[in-house]
């Protein structure tokens, strides 16, 4: 298929899509895959490769690109009556000698694979975020309805209390206590619901779509931990981190620049190949100073073609693109200055990250740990308290530790989910395959 047929297609597509449905769950694959369609930074590292393969196609073909001379004159009288005229026509091509055309070639190349790079890192960076910020709404929606179920319950002991302050059995103001506890929960609950929210916002961000605030997420929050060394992430990190790809394709593409460079400082011949035409015309007045010529002749015409070839060299007299090679090579440089950098930098976030993830977890699985028990204490406590056999000071005193205790592992869950998306984004892989070993 022709380029412009392939671009009109791809835009007749485009335009013609429908809105994306929301499913319902909406689950992390379901998020990915609409983030590799609809997300902008995609669709323009997809074009940016489009144009590059497009000029990598056409620096295939060879520099044929001939000048065409034309030129003609006409005079006057000659020798008081007679005319003259000449016609030129000629072309010339510069030859691509020393291997100018190869490395036209491999800069073109080189710029094409580096631009395939740069958008497979676009892609590891989007589906990273997409990652991190539906598995931290997930979280928050789970942890809305721990809280809610948590609202539910306090509201039956509220019940109870209401009852005992009718019958006399407590004082109105130590019933209000109970009102409080519930009034935290509630307070918790709203903040937790805006939470969420703002991150329903930031997937549909990642996403690169507006997703719809009823949208419900699906899926299982589970807390794996870190089964890999240090050392053995950091050098996995080094290895599939998307921009080091395109760091080392950059380095590639200078040293085609480079190449090139070195290439158009040598003088091409210009092969050229011409036809000249001229013409005279002599009147008969002209002979009428010769008494040798018959005066019966009246005029004469005489017509020359000269074949022309013209071979040019230039001179490089003044070192011909010495700038341009000299920023060919500080290009090359500062690209490998870049790549060290890089490797630099990503070694201290990998360490910061790993070491950040393995701190949150190990509290995480902690109350993890606990976190069984507690629910089945807390119930009963509500029990205990229905039925009369403790207090409600005793119940609030009970209730208020083992409530502390929930909080504090929601609390140790946001903590960890947000490490752990730090991580994957820092690595560029999810938790599962990093533990794999990057492989799928």
Do not use: C
Not at 6 to 32: G, M, Q
């Amino acid at each position: 298929m022709p380029l412009s047929q392939f671009v009109a297609a791809a835009a007749w597509t485009a335009n013609s899509a429908s809105e994306p449905v929301i499913p319902d769950p909406f689950t992390l694959p379901a998020a990915l895959e609409l983030a590799r369609q609809v997300h902008p930074d995609l669709n323009v590292a997809r074009a940016n490769l489009a144009v590059v393969r497009a000029d990598s196609l056409f620096a295939r073909l060879p520099g044929f690109n001939p000048e065409i001379e034309f030129q003609s004159s006409r005079g006057g009288q000659s020798l008081g009556s007679g005319t003259d005229g000449s016609l030129e026509v000629g072309v010339a091509q510069e030859l691509e000698l020393w291997g100018k055309r190869g490395a036209r070639q491999s800069v073109a190349t080189a710029r094409s694979r580096k631009s395939a790079a740069e958008l497979s890192t676009t892609l590891q960076q989007v589906e990273s975020n997409v990652r991190a910020q539906f598995e931290r709404a997930l979280f928050l929606q789970d942890r809305l309805e721990t809280l809610g179920e948590l609202i539910g319950l306090d509201r039956r002991v509220l019940l109870s209390t209401q009852a005992r302050v009718r019958e006399g059995l407590i004082t109105p103001v130590t019933g209000r206590l109970t009102e409080l506890d519930v009034l935290r929960l509630e307070a918790q609950s709203r903040r937790t619901r805006s939470d969420r929210r703002q991150a329903l916002v930031a997937l549909g961000l990642a996403i690169g779509l507006e997703l719809p605030e009823s949208t419900r997420l699906g899926g299982e929050l589970r807390a794996d931990s870190l089964q890999m060394p240090e050392d053995s992430v950091i050098a996995l990190a080094l290895r599939v981190r998307g921009e080091s790809e395109v760091l080392r394709r950059q380095i590639d593409e200078r040293r085609a620049e480079l190449h090139l460079a070195e290439r158009e400082a040598r003088p091409n011949l210009t092969v050229g190949a011409g036809l000249a035409i001229e013409r005279q015309a002599f009147a008969g007045d002209d002979f009428s100073g010769d008494p040798v010529i018959v005066r019966s002749i009246t005029g004469a015409r005489d017509t020359d073609r000269l074949w022309r070839v013209r071979v040019s060299v230039p001179l490089p007299l003044f070192q011909k693109n010495q700038a341009g090679r000299a920023r060919a090579a500080a290009e090359v440089t500062r690209s490998q200055a870049d790549y060290d950098r890089f490797r630099s930098r990503a070694r201290l976030e990998v360490i910061g990250a790993v070491r950040r993830f393995e701190d949150a977890a190990g509290l995480y699985r902690l109350y993890l740990g606990r976190s069984g028990r507690v629910r089945e204490d807390l119930s009963l406590v509500r029990d205990a308290y229905a039925d009369g056999r403790i207090s409600l000071d005793s119940y609030l005193t009970q209730k208020g530790r083992l409530v502390d205790t929930m909080i504090g592992q929601l609390e140790a869950a946001d903590a960890y989910w947000e490490a752990r998306g730090a991580l994957e984004a820092t690595v560029g892989l999810d938790l599962t395959r990093l533990n794999a070993g990057g492989a799928r």
